[in-house]
């Protein structure tokens, strides 16, 4: 059974602390993505990776930073914690592939709140 | 930019009603559809997809038509179920974009017995 997971499924950190959320998956797919999802705006994409240490910019990157040093494993990192960050934040993954019609496999989500 | 439209919710219906959640689309080109279903406390699951137009993706007794003439990919199911409440989610991605999707806002389903 395909599987993501992610570290937490709940945070509670400080402003100005930096946060690190873990995402794994074993299904050997080389795209990797990270989204916040909030009440009325749906999902949001903040950053993608096609590839071992290759990252792109989604449409929220701002406040975030992302590392992907293994395959499998794919880190959302705050680098200084706002309220504003207070958020659902999903993982998932898909194969590589031009086609667009990929399915992407999502983790079960980290809600994640900064006091 | 590419963006998707659904209608707002939540959606209140009784046990073995019709269910319609409106879904359109605005795209340079002609996108892949997808709809999600999010459980209550957890991610994302694929619920049918449809690649190009006039296609129509199906599931679990659920169904969506790409339209391409009206830009739309509507989500039916003729006889909803308790265990059908969740939020369902509207998405699209095209060929060569890295199977990046862009989301609608999420429409939530609430089915009473």
């Known amino acids: 059974d395909v599987k993501v997971t992610q570290s937490s499924r709940y945070l509670v950190k400080r402003t100005g602390e930096k946060v690190f959320l873990e995402c794994v998956q074993d299904?050997?797919?080389?795209?990797m993505f990270w989204y916040r999802q909030d009440p009325g705006l749906g999902l949001r994409l903040i950053y993608f990776?096609?590839?071992?240490?290759?990252?792109e910019k989604g449409d929220i990157p701002e406040g975030y930073s992302v590392s992907r040093e293994k395959k499998e494993r794919f880190s959302l990192i705050l680098e200084s914690a706002s309220t504003n960050q207070t958020s659902m934040y999903l993982c998932?993954?898909?194969?590589f592939g031009t086609g667009g019609s990929y399915e992407q496999y999502f983790g079960p989500g980290t809600r994640l709140t900064v006091t | 930019g590419n963006s998707v439209t659904q209608m707002e919710g939540p959606v209140t219906l009784s046990e073995e009603a019709f269910l319609t959640i409106n879904c359109t689309y605005t795209?340079?080109?002609?996108?892949?559809l997808f709809w999600y279903v999010q459980y209550p406390g957890e991610g994302l699951q694929l619920l049918l997809k449809?690649?190009?137009?006039?296609d129509k993706g199906s599931n679990k007794g659920f169904e969506a038509t790409y339209r391409k003439e009206t830009t739309s990919f509507h989500l039916e199911k003729g006889s909803v179920q308790v265990s059908d409440s969740a939020v369902y989610f509207c998405?699209?991605?095209?060929?060569?974009?890295?199977?990046?999707?862009?989301f609608g806002t999420g429409t939530q389903l609430k089915v009473e017995l």
């Open positions: 998932a993954s898909s194969p």
């Open positions: 299904m050997d797919h080389e795209n």
């Open positions: 990776s096609y590839d071992v240490k290759m990252k």
């Open positions: 795209a340079t080109g002609y996108p892949s």
């Open positions: 449809a690649t190009k137009a006039d």
């Open positions: 998405a699209l991605s095209f060929t060569g974009g890295g199977n990046k999707l862009t």
